[in-house]
């Protein structure tokens, strides 16, 4: 129930893409979802996060996608750049659970120039 | 602001040895993170600290890590002795700590072990 599963693995997307990274998680309990942007050789860095009452949220060229009912939540990058190269980490956290991170598998984007 | 400091960068000990991991938090922030990325994975809670005190060391080997935040603010996490297995990214991270800003974890960049 503590888990969150991420897809897919990696992703290829061209240039002026589109990229989209899914996750989906079981604890209703969880009422804070953060995406993480990792570089080789970095710490995860926060990207956005969205809380349950809202079904979306935008910063830029990224925004968080959340349908509750399925308990689902996804990450677009719209006009995907070769910058955007990197891996995606989806999480949940719970003020009862300590505000504890349970992280996603990772997604491995490649953008292509 | 400073971000979340750590060290060493790198580290590569034989196993059965010793190894001992630094951070030093963001200023102000109540709440201290050590969190163990094995290649490919997602990282994976260790520890947590509120202040000096342990909130969460529930996924901690306890028989061969131990952390300590004596002043509430350096933290190390040692490992002794090394398996094969503890081979990972050992990150840390912070957070405010009360209220809303709990929920905001920043990392550091991480000390890449390597037991062999």
């Known amino acids: 129930q503590q888990q969150v599963k991420q897809s897919p693995q990696s992703l290829i997307v061209q240039k002026g893409g589109i990229s989209i990274i899914n996750c989906a998680y079981e604890?209703?309990?969880?009422?804070?979802f953060p995406w993480y942007q990792q570089f080789p050789g970095k710490g995860p860095a926060l990207l956005i996060a969205?809380?349950?009452?809202?079904s979306e949220k935008k910063e830029g060229r990224f925004t968080i996608s959340f349908n509750k009912s399925a308990k689902q939540f996804s990450l677009h990058i719209m006009d995907s750049q070769p910058g955007d190269s990197a891996t995606y980490f989806c999480?949940?956290?719970?003020?009862?659970?300590?505000?504890?991170?349970?992280f996603g598998t990772g997604t491995r984007l490649k953008v292509l120039a | 602001e400073a971000g979340v400091a750590q060290s060493p960068r790198y580290k590569i000990i034989e196993k059965r040895q010793s190894v001992a991991f630094w951070c030093n938090p963001i200023?102000?922030?109540?709440?201290l993170y050590w969190y163990q990325q094995i290649l490919g994975q997602g990282p994976k809670l260790l520890i947590q600290?509120?202040?000096?005190?342990?909130?969460?060391d529930s996924q901690l080997p306890k028989d061969r890590f131990s952390a300590e935040r004596l002043k509430g603010v350096d933290s190390t996490l040692k490992i002794q002795p090394a398996k094969l297995e503890d081979s990972a990214v050992y990150l840390c991270?912070?957070?405010f700590g009360t209220g809303s800003s709990s929920y905001e974890q920043y990392f550091g960049p991480g000390t890449r072990l390597t037991v062999t």
């Open positions: 991270a912070s957070s």
């Open positions: 604890n209703t309990a969880f009422d804070y």
């Open positions: 969205i809380r349950p009452d809202v």
């Open positions: 999480a949940a956290s719970m003020e009862s659970g300590t505000y504890k991170y349970i």
């Open positions: 200023s102000g922030h109540a709440t």
């Open positions: 600290f509120q202040n000096n005190g342990v909130v969460d």
